[in-house]
């Protein structure tokens, strides 16, 4: 983030930097190898009716068909022994493949949807849940019916969390659930294995099914938007999730958000020099139940390679709105980090009420903040970052957690932007892997996936300092937990039988 930008100004402005775009009018669509439109789903010329068709089409097909609605669920995630030969299982999160796959898998989905629902200037809309706006919040009407027609409704998912579906009074996304940025602030796309401390995620020299910890976009708001959608059901579970058909709406926009934030410039540009992520060929099927194959390369431009943009794209498709391998720098050299402060409570307990976690600043802390607090430039190489390290919880609760970092002790119900706030926690894991043929869901109360969130607060704790709410002995990190809200926007009531645990709360900061 630049230096010249407050955190407390990112954190206000930039949701309507990525919202606020100029949007196009429409194309002359219809040729094969014309750009198409990816469109908001709000808007009137969102191709709902073609995408509701497409979907029960492939409905219809049996779960061996490459082109059938399990068969391409299926090669996101599934509990299902996989077929010899069959692509199943393939996703990829908790690295920096996590963008490009994803992006690979909506393209050849969208191919699938168009043949299947007849039109060829078929494109996937985009659900941008990013708004203040509560109804834009709200899971649009189309995935709430259960019925169309008087005939079920491709698009309803009755495995969603409690409120989503109301058709009269529909629970909403809450709008820190839908916050970008943090990952926005961060200007390098891929960070060192073992480090989340990046827009796009981990470093890897190879491919892997589920990886952690998460990168910054893929924690903030992918993740926490597939609990609240989901809770225990389809789009709670990544093994499960891309059965909801809400799904592949929720990643063009996680697609969109990558495009929008490449165009901030700032030195945000794609990993074109790691040659892992540019030259590894992943496998999908196309509309013909072909096997194809892509590689990172081959998705860096969605206009130019792969006929598609989005209604708030640049009216200028140039360079400077596609950021490539000319304009990429060597990779910054990562400093080793060292664990410099440790909550004295470990195994935090949390549940369906704030905790507080008293941390004490030992002496490596305590440098690690006076570099922290030191020039501008001392501090950007010096980060200070708050670690949640092994996050662990038997199944998916359906909420997640604000992050506070020295909240006032008589401030009960703290706001995401009342100048404390360090970013949220959720939760998006296979929980448990049942026996083969077992119901998934049955099965899922066991599992105890851990994961690693990492926070970086340098910026805050230099605020935090500036205005005196600094204390160089200690320090107080607190959870807030969140869910949904209801039609009028009020908090619904905090309700979650999961077992959550926070294993260990620290401070980190390079060595000097």
Known sequence: MSNNVTRRKFLATAGATASG????????????????????????????????????????????????????????????????????????HGSFFFLSWHRM????????????????????????????????RQLPLAFRQPTFNSSPNPLYDAARNT????????????????????????????????????????????????????GQLESQPHDIIHGLLGGSGDMGDPNRAARDPIFWLHHANIDRLWKRWLQQGGGRVNPTANNAWMTHEFEFYDENGHKVKL???????????????????????????????????????????????????QGIALGTRPVRVAVTLKEPAKKAVARALGAAAVAAD?????????????????????????????????????????????????????????????AMTDGGAKQSHVFDITGLVRELSAEKKWDPEKATITFIPRGLEDSDGHPLEIKTDAKIKVGKVSFQSTKE
């Open 21 to 92: 775009f100029l949007c196009l009018p429409g194309d002359a669509l219809g040729q094969p190898g014309s750009v198409r439109t990816r469109r908001s789903v709000f808007s009137l010329t969102a191709p709902i009716a073609d995408y509701r068709t497409g979907v029960g089409v492939m409905k219809t097909r049996s779960a061996t068909d490459p082109t059938s609605w399990i068969y391409q669920a299926n090669m996101h995630g599934t509990y299902t022994a996989p077929p010899a030969g069959a692509l199943w299982n393939q996703c990829q």
């Open 163 to 214: 409120g989503i579906n109301s058709t009269a009074n529909p629970a909403a996304l809450s709008y820190s659930a839908t916050l970008f940025s943090t990952a926005f602030g961060y200007t390098n796309f891929a960070s060192a294995g073992g480090s989340g401390a990046s827009f796009g995620g981990q470093t890897l020299a190879a491919p892997a099914h589920f990886a952690g910890p998460h």
């Open 295 to 345: 590689k990172g390369s081959d998705v860096l431009n969605t206009v130019t390679q792969l006929q598609y943009r989005y209604d708030d794209d640049p009216v200028t498709f140039g360079p400077a709105a596609f950021a490539v391998s000319a304009e990429a720098a060597p990779p910054k050299k990562e400093n080793p980090v060292e664990s410099v402060a440790v909550a004295e409570q």
């Open 382 to 442: 010096n980060p200070i970052t708050l670690h949640l390290d092994d996050v662990a919880f038997d199944k998916q609760p359906g909420i997640y957690y604000e992050v506070y970092l020295n909240v006032p002790a008589d401030e009960d119900n703290p706001e995401f932007h009342n100048g404390h706030f360090v970013g949220n926690l959720g939760f998006f894991a296979k929980t448990h892997e049942p026996a083969a043929g077992a119901d998934p869901h049955a």
């Open 105 to 136: 898998y909506l393209y050849f989905f969208e191919r699938i949807v168009r043949k299947a629902c007849g039109n060829n200037a078929f494109a996937l809309p985009y659900w941008n849940y990013t708004s203040q706006t509560l109804s834009a």
